[in-house]
């Protein structure tokens, strides 16, 4: 027996094995499978497995050979599945896909939160100083509807800086770094209204024009408000703030098990994470009640190595985020996950409806952010039947061939 072949150590030749036995059987069987064709003799056997002598990769026909086929179908399904879990805005924004539409609400709250009906996506991480740059870049110019806030540049804590003068604006983010000694960039944006919030998103949506009036349609009618009742949004919106339901899900559902299973924390733990930043590799650990840092404040979006069941980060303190979830007057709206100085009772999945609770639409703290949430693209939905349907396939083939043998 040929030494090499049995040890599979030549691994640009050994890309592909089948089984010799069915070479034995009728041709009338062989028929129903795909054909291993090769050329001049036979390759040298191990264990009843052949080695594939061309590189060139085919389907093979014998046992050995179906169970890697099927492997490799398998795992093909399942990168074009997993492909549809994150997406890129033209902003550049990383989107997770929240599946399991049609979820219930979680059984130990009071209200059922968590309850989606729709797939929907929402962003990896909170919206950063380098993404709201971009944003400043392209409509700033004579700082529409007050987005950009002077204490981005005067406060430590924020991270972006504005010069010139109405109608020539520019904007950069801080150089150096913050009292936490991380650069600004990747920090997540802070000092930011509700309004200019919507603003953003309605950006987004609509392509981000560089034409300032595109702020104010979208995802939220606004018509150059700053205060006052804010609107909801609007039927057919595709890019928004996430509504308290679609957050809470995102933050705590468990992805896997999906129905009625929530867990207690934004980082799929039961546990009551650390608030620990000299270790970041912590998998259940969250920047939160003023004990995290040394000096109060945001660390870089994605710092920890946990993540929620879906794989969205930050969605226990670092900075409390927005929603689109009216709060307890038309003026003022929820926000989840609490921020860096935010105490951890504040913080579980029965009580994470942030801190604070009710925030007015004109408030712009250095401990309040947001992230985004948007509507699938269609190839999402599309890539998705692909999966499911490849995976009924995959089933179909195996009976078959279960009938066949």
């Known amino acids: 027996m040929n030494a090499a072949v049995k040890n599979f150590r030549d691994d640009v030749e050994a890309t592909y094995a089948v089984d010799s036995n069915r070479d034995r059987e009728p041709m009338k ?26 590189k060139r990769w085919t389907w093979g026909s014998g046992r050995g050979a ?18 549809v879990a994150s997406s890129v805005l033209g902003v550049h924004v990383d989107m997770v896909t929240i599946g399991n539409p049609g979820n219930p609400g979680n059984p130990a709250t009071t209200t059922g939160l968590g309850a989606v009906s729709d797939i929907f996506q929402i962003s990896k991480y909170e919206t950063t100083n380098a993404q709201y740059v971009e944003f400043l ?73 560089t034409n300032p009036a595109t702020l104010e349609t979208g995802a939220y009618t606004l018509n150059g408000a700053t205060n006052g009742p804010l609107p909801g949004r609007n039927p057919g919106a595709t890019v928004f703030l996430p509504s308290l339901n679609e957050w809470y899900k995102a933050a705590f559902h468990d992805s896997v098990n999906g129905g009625d299973n929530y867990y207690d924390w934004g980082l799929a733990s039961d546990t ?37 069941s879906y794989g969205l980060y930050d969605m226990i303190g670092n900075i409390a985020e927005m929603s689109d979830q009216p709060g307890n007057n038309a003026n003022r709206y929820m926000a989840m996950s609490g921020s860096y100085s ?15 609770p009710n925030v007015p639409g004109t408030s712009a703290t250095g401990q309040i952010g947001f992230r985004i949430a948007a509507v699938p693209e269609p190839s999402t939905y599309a890539l998705l039947a692909a999966g499911v349907a490849g995976l009924g396939g995959l089933r179909w083939v195996k009976g078959r061939r279960k009938i066949a043998a």
């Open 29 to 54: 069987a062989r028929a129903r499978f795909p054909e291993y064709r090769r050329r001049g003799s036979a390759p040298s056997s191990a264990g009843g497995m052949h080695c594939r002598r061309s």
């Open 137 to 209: 870049t392209s409509v700033g110019g004579t700082n529409p509807g007050g987005i950009y806030n002077p204490n981005m540049g005067l406060d430590p804590l924020g991270g972006i800086v504005q010069a010139g003068s109405s109608g020539t604006f520019t904007y950069s983010v801080k150089s150096g770094t913050n009292p936490q000694g991380v650069a600004y960039a990747n920090l997540p944006v802070n000092f930011v209204s509700w309004f200019s919030a919507a603003r953003f998103v309605n950006w987004v949506q609509n392509g981000e024009s």
């Open 342 to 356: 935010t105490q951890v009772a504040r913080m579980d999945g029965f009580s994470a409806l942030g801190t604070p």
């Open 272 to 308: 009551k994470p650390a608030n620990d930043v000299s270790d970041l590799s912590l998998v259940n650990a969250a920047n939160y009640g003023g004990a995290a840092t040394p000096t109060l404040g945001p660390i870089a979006v994605g710092s920890y190595a946990g993540s929620s």
């Open 66 to 83: 179906r169970s890697l086929n099927m492997r490799a179908f398998a795992g093909a399904i399942a990168f074009a599945v997993a492909s």
